[in-house]
């Protein structure tokens, strides 16, 4: 049995989303909601102590526009997808990050995990920002994302990684569920061990079938790792710099609640499109929209 539901996106266009009946093995999907606006303007609107694990993927301010790759739309995916990836310095950009940041802390549950994804041009600079915001007991691993994909220089080392920084609310009490991935050795071949801070994971290759076009694409193996890692079952995740919603679909499909924030309504359009594709019905729309799945509510957002 299927069901259709029709969706308006935040620029008022209407698609439709159809679902199997009775897909899930095991998992129910949790919750989910998608807004368009400012990270910042929504930030009082979530309530207190409500965010189990907060991941923000902002613009890694590379000083250049980020755009659809080449020929996405001979794919069938989104084509003219872009954001302004540009501050005037790199204080203006670490401020603007540290205000939205400090804006959503209260939001977070004591028990809460705070991720910022990051690279080598800010991450030190982001690093010493947490360490003041959240106090440097509360910091808990600076994880690679090392990817392998990309160009080289003759002039340097290939980079090849990114950085996460991880820290809790509470050092104390914060959740970690430790991830489990297949052990390389001999010894131990065909058995699991517990993950490291470098995580292998491939970057999106331009034939994955999980590709949306959105430009900097993160894949839904990395995020699956990490919302199953530090958010618990039940719990809510909340990306405010949502992009093409590999974090809102990653916690869906785990059964969290999550809430995806973007002020590009070309990335909600497409994040919500996913999520209406695999069937999780949820919303999109101006902050204080309400999403969920039946006979749920979704997760708690406030008027601003």
């Known amino acids: ?44 609107g979530f309530a207190r102590g409500s965010i189990d694990f907060l991941y923000v993927d902002p613009p890694f301010n590379t000083g250049k526009t980020q755009a659809s790759p080449a020929r996405a739309g001979a794919r069938g995916r989104a084509d003219d997808a872009a954001y302004a990836d540009a501050w005037a310095t790199m ?19 004591r028990s809460g995990v705070v991720a910022v994804h990051c690279d080598f041009r800010a991450c030190h600079h982001i690093r010493l920002m947490l360490d003041e915001l959240q106090g440097e007991a509360n910091f808990v691993n600076h994880l690679i994302w090392s990817y392998g994909l990309g160009g080289s220089s003759p002039r340097r ?44 994971i491939p970057s999106l290759n331009n034939m994955a079938a999980e ?34 919603g590999s974090t809102i679909e990653a916690a869906v499909r785990l ?14 359009e497409i994040a919500t499109a996913r999520l209406a594709a695999r ?20 997760p708690r957002v406030r008027p601003a």
């Open 255 to 268: 059964g969290r609640d999550a809430i995806g924030v973007d002020q590009n309504p070309r990335a909600v």
């Open 157 to 200: 080392f290939a980079r090849k990684h990114d950085d996460i920084l991880v820290y809790a609310i509470d050092a104390a009490r914060y959740h970690f569920e430790p991830p489990m991935v297949p052990a390389t050795s001999q010894r131990l071949r065909g058995e699991l061990k517990k993950a490291t801070d470098v995580l292998d």
């Open 211 to 244: 590709r949306t076009g959105y430009p900097t694409q993160k894949p839904l193996e990395l995020l699956t790792l990490l919302v199953g890692a530090f958010a618990p079952a039940g719990g809510t995740v909340l990306d405010p710099c949502c992009g093409s």
């Open 91 to 109: 204080g203006d950009y670490i401020a603007w990050l540290r205000e939205r940041l400090d804006a959503t802390l209260p939001a977070m549950k």
């Open 1 to 44: 049995m299927t069901r259709s539901r029709e969706i308006r996106s935040c620029d008022g266009s209407l698609f439709v989303a159809s679902a199997s009946m009775g897909r899930s093995a095991g998992i129910r999907d949790g919750a989910w909601k998608v807004l368009c606006a400012d990270w910042l303007a929504v930030a009082a």
């Open 279 to 298: 069937g999780a019905v949820g919303a999109c729309g101006a902050h204080g929209s309400v999403g969920g799945r039946r006979g749920r509510s979704g």
